[in-house]
């Protein structure tokens, strides 16, 4: 099933990296996947972490996992842990141990300083709205602060008092002295640093000042040896300043790379909406099954196989590109025909009673685990006459094409007899309560000469039968893009978790958690990790056997 190409074939960033190996500009390939730790990873995240470790595992280099977390208002260690945990599900090893930006807060500030005594910082004391103001816009120059042109002396003094947290917020800030008119706003002396007395995860409260992204980012990547810095497209502007600060060190210069974020359809991507949705509780939480983080789908069965297919799938490109969310359920669904064993299941249940069984017998009936690889070896299922079937293989007046049961028509169960429906019980509100059906007993396993029954359905027996939670999940929202809504939050689908009863055949009772399963003629269902019970598993609908919203659409 891996589509893995060897290095050299197809997508530009292999074309850039073998260019940068054959010109002797690197030696080696460095990348790396900088989170920043405010929120769980989504798909989104799944495309670069892919493609980050994905390149570094082909050219035999190393992918870092380094947290980006410069900002310590919102960042918290628990999402550290989930990151992590998510990034070693997907199945990628970042080596010892992850990096951390915090740990170069002290070379960081060392660089402000080198900045500074260059005459290429200013500490500004400008009003933020002033700030903005004399930034000019895309067609106006900016304007020189008031203060741009104190002297060095000043600027260190200033910079080591923002330090000490002798200023309140907002206060002051430093910036890099490089030009107020430059066409491309991000050159227009970029804040590097801000006072914020907030207490970081790490480092606690040795810092009064934080760097900015874009002054902290570019020289991570260095200090790391980063040959390629791939990155989203929204960076592409920035990379101008990232090279700024590279040749004004004096520091290893990686080689950026911008590709297009993955947009996905019927799903939200931002990180500030997703926390909404579990600050709300839209959702159960990050991991709900529902949600395009990569815990949720974890626990909602999908495979990481199937994730990394997804991500190689896809592609990487410059142009802005939306996968609708059939591809990856598509993905999910290959993955698991292969890999999950089959199970008998009924959600909507139908009695039927076998007339011609004797009524205290009961067959060891066997069942292959997998149509199509027996050394996934059989399991056995009770058979007696009394079963449950699905309501939706009945129809009491069936058009020719349904292949499934009507009054007398014949059907075979799955893994056991042909029978044939005689007789349709109602009650008083004249609604199908059973069939009474006659089995033909000499059709196990086998066809008759000359017999065409079609139609195969499944079925547990009623008295062996174990009651089962399940959480039919959905798609999280009805709207291809719940973006374009005029609050996403109305573009939800009501319908996007219904907890109904499975009756199923006794071996799901030892189902463990996580283990998946093909419910057959139903879905594929997974036990939920997080809320089964020893001997009481909850299943969670990973996907349908078919698109459903194919149609709809
Ligand atoms: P924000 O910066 O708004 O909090 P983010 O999605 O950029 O959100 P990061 O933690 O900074 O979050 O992302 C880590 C890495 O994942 C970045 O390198 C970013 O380019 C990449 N990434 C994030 N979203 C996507 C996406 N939809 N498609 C591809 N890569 C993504
Ligand atoms: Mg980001």
Not at 5 to 29: C, K, M, T, W
Not at 32 to 61: M, W
Not at 179 to 185: E, F, I, K, L, R
């Amino acid at each position: 099933m891996s589509t893995t190409e060897a290095p050299g074939s197809s997508n530009f960033i292999r074309s850039i990296i073998n260019e940068d190996l054959e010109s002797g500009r690197y030696d080696q390939v460095i990348t790396r996947f900088p989170p920043e730790p405010n929120g769980y990873l989504h798909i989104g995240h799944a495309k670069s972490i892919c493609l980050n470790f994905g390149l570094a595992a082909e050219y035999h280099g190393r992918c870092n996992l380094r947290f980006d977390d410069t900002n310590p208002t919102k960042e918290e260690a628990e999402y550290v842990e989930a990151i992590k945990e998510d990034v070693a599900w997907l199945g990628f090893d970042w080596g010892e141990q992850p990096l951390f930006a915090s740990d170069y807060f002290a070379q960081l500030y060392e660089w402000a300083i080198l900045l500074i005594k260059k005459g290429k910082a200013y500490v500004d004391s400008q009003s933020a709205e002033q700030m903005r103001v004399n930034r000019g816009t895309l067609t106006r120059s900016g304007i020189d602060s008031p203060y741009r042109d104190r002297s060095v002396e000043e600027n260190l003094e200033l910079f080591e008092k923002m330090k000490n947290g002798d200023f309140p917020d907002g206060s002051h800030i430093l910036r890099a002295k490089i030009d107020m008119s430059a066409p491309n706003m991000n050159l227009r002396d970029p804040a590097m640093y801000r006072i914020l007395h907030a207490r970081h995860h790490r480092t606690g409260d040795t810092w009064r000042i934080y760097p900015m992204y874009d002054f902290a980012h570019g020289q991570e990547d260095s200090i790391e040896g980063v040959t390629h810095s791939i990155c989203t497209l929204e960076f592409e502007d920035h990379r101008p300043l990232y090279q700024w600060f590279h040749k004004e060190l004096e520091i290893f210069a990686p080689q950026q790379i911008e590709f297009a974020r993955l947009n996905l359809s019927y799903t939200v991507m931002s990180k500030r909406k997703l926390l909404q949705l579990v600050n709300d509780q839209h959702v159960s939480g990050w991991d709900d099954p529902r949600m395009p983080t990569i815990s949720g789908m974890r626990r909602r069965g999908y495979p990481a196989a199937a994730i990394r297919t997804f991500c190689e799938r896809i592609g990487v490109g410059r142009s802005a590109n939306w996968i609708d969310l059939s591809v990856l359920e598509d993905c999910v669904r290959e993955q698991l025909n292969e890999t999950a064993c089959r199970r008998q299941a009924v959600l909507k249940p139908l009695k039927v009673t076998i007339t011609n069984y004797p009524t205290d017998k009961v067959e060891e009936l066997t069942a292959p685990n997998h149509p199509q690889q027996p050394e996934k070896g059989s399991r056995v299922l009770p058979f007696c006459n009394e079963l449950w079937v699905d309501r939706d293989d009945f129809m009491e007046e069936p058009p020719k094409k349904f292949f499934r049961l009507g009054p007398g028509r014949e059907v075979r169960l799955r893994n056991a007899y042909i029978i044939k429906c005689d007789d349709v019980v109602k009650d008083d509100s004249g609604e199908v309560i059973e069939l009474r059906c006659s089995a033909d007993l000499d059709t196990l396993g086998k066809n008759p000469v000359g017999r065409k029954v079609k139609g195969i359905i499944h079925w547990v027996s009623a008295r062996h039968a174990e009651k089962l939670e399940v959480r039919v999940y959905d798609r999280l929202f009805n709207q291809e893009n719940p973006d374009k809504a005029e609050n996403y939050l109305t573009a939800l689908n009501p319908e996007s978790l219904q907890v109904t009863e499975a009756l199923a055949e006794p071996t799901l009772r030892e189902a463990k958690g996580g283990e998946t399963f093909q419910f057959e003629r139903v879905g594929y269902f997974t036990v939920d990790s997080k809320e089964s019970q020893e001997g009481k598993p909850v299943f969670n609908r990973t996907v349908t056997l078919r698109d459903t919203w194919a149609k709809i659409k």
